[in-house]
């Protein structure tokens, strides 16, 4: 994938300037220590400037304005189940009379009978927030908020994501679990300026704040909510995490949130870390720097024990692979979602 390779790529220059990790790391490392950083992310910027040039020539797909669905309660899921589909199948229409068959096929398929969508829109690169489960019976939650190139034409990879997390739960506590996959802002470009900071993820705070609380409301107070943020994500939920009505946080391949401790969050939830061992995140320089007139880099690596953040084991594989249907990874976010405690290695307890 793009994203594993262009992050191989940064990893490699990466572990070229010498640098250490972490914001303490950052701090003992002397003048010289300093220009390698911001040499290597001017590095990080004028690449992002240029490569995604080809890619940004792709014209957006037009499509109608959603209709406007009110917060749903139990009593109206169905109904609002149904406006979304219908609009999904209205941005099919217009994207086949465009032209483009593959954004077309993507939209009738999240327009099928029994796809459960809490929001579409197929403007631009497109949003849809979906559910795996039944929520009126959900006393257990997870959303999911993916990272950097999802849009409706990757969508599939995220609802895989999605499905293989609402089987896990489904297995461990039948019919009490949901997963809302909310692809609800625009997603940067992994190689692009947007990637290396938080502005993105600031546009996207209040969209997931709004959702978490529309599904609070929904859920009652004794439902538990976990966000699981997938890399960029862990940005947006960072953004998000201020006094949010959830119960955990948990930060998935995380390049940092932001902040430089679970405290900056303002946050009452448990937080949680993991890594796979060959994920590339690991070698990215967890700086926040002032470069060009804007803030560069998120700060402390979530996985350093100065972050304060609950680590567990995410077991092999690179930055793709943490919702791997038998992985280590997958068994231990069914832990944390369903509320169950378990030791640094794993265990439960």
């Not at 109206?76 to 219908?86: I, K, N, S, V």
């Not at 950097?148 to 297995?171: I, K, N, V, W």
């Not at 609380?213 to 862990?234: F, K």
């Not at 919702?323 to 439960?348: K, M, N, Y």
């Amino acid at each position: 994938m793009d994203e594993e390779r262009t992050g191989r790529a940064v990893a490699d220059a990466k572990t070229r300037t010498g640098g250490a990790t972490g914001d303490a790391g950052t701090r003992r490392v002397g003048r010289r220590g300093a220009r390698w950083w911001r040499a290597l992310l001017a590095a990080l910027v004028a690449t992002a400037v240029v490569v995604p040039l080809s890619a940004a020539a792709r014209p957006e797909v037009p499509a109608p304005a959603p209709a406007v669905v009110a917060a749903p309660s139990r009593t109206t899921l169905d109904a609002a189940y149904a406006a979304h589909r219908a609009d999904a199948a209205r941005a099919a229409r217009w994207a086949a009379a465009h032209g483009d068959a593959r954004r077309a096929e993507a939209e009738r398929r999240l327009a099928a009978p029994g796809r459960r969508l809490l929001a579409f829109d197929g403007r631009g690169p497109g949003l849809v927030t979906e559910v795996f489960g039944d929520l009126t019976r959900a006393d257990r939650v997870a959303v999911l908020v993916p990272g950097s190139d999802t849009s409706l034409d990757t969508y599939d990879r995220f609802h895989a994501d999605a499905q293989a997390l609402s089987a896990q739960l489904a297995r461990r506590a039948p019919g009490r679990t949901a997963v809302v996959a909310w692809l609800g802002y625009r997603t940067p470009g992994t190689v692009s300026t947007t990637v290396l900071t938080t502005s993105r993820a600031d546009q996207a705070a209040p969209r997931l704040r709004r959702t978490v609380h529309e599904l609070r409301d929904l859920l009652g107070r004794t439902a538990r909510i976990t966000l699981v943020c997938h890399s960029y994500g862990s940005v947006v939920c960072g953004r998000s995490a201020d006094r949010l009505p959830v119960d955990d946080i948990v930060l998935l391949g995380s390049p940092g949130t932001g902040a430089g401790s679970v405290a900056g969050l303002h946050t009452p939830a448990r937080v949680w870390a993991g890594r796979t061992a060959d994920d590339w995140v690991a070698h990215v320089p967890h700086v926040r720097a002032a470069l060009f007139g804007t803030t560069v880099g998120f700060g402390t690596d979530p996985m350093d024990p100065a972050f304060g953040a609950r680590t567990f084991p995410a077991g092999a594989g690179g930055h793709s692979s943490y919702f791997a249907p038998g992985s280590a990874c997958l068994t231990h976010l069914a832990r944390i979602v369903l509320g169950t405690e378990f030791t640094v290695d794993g265990g439960a307890r």
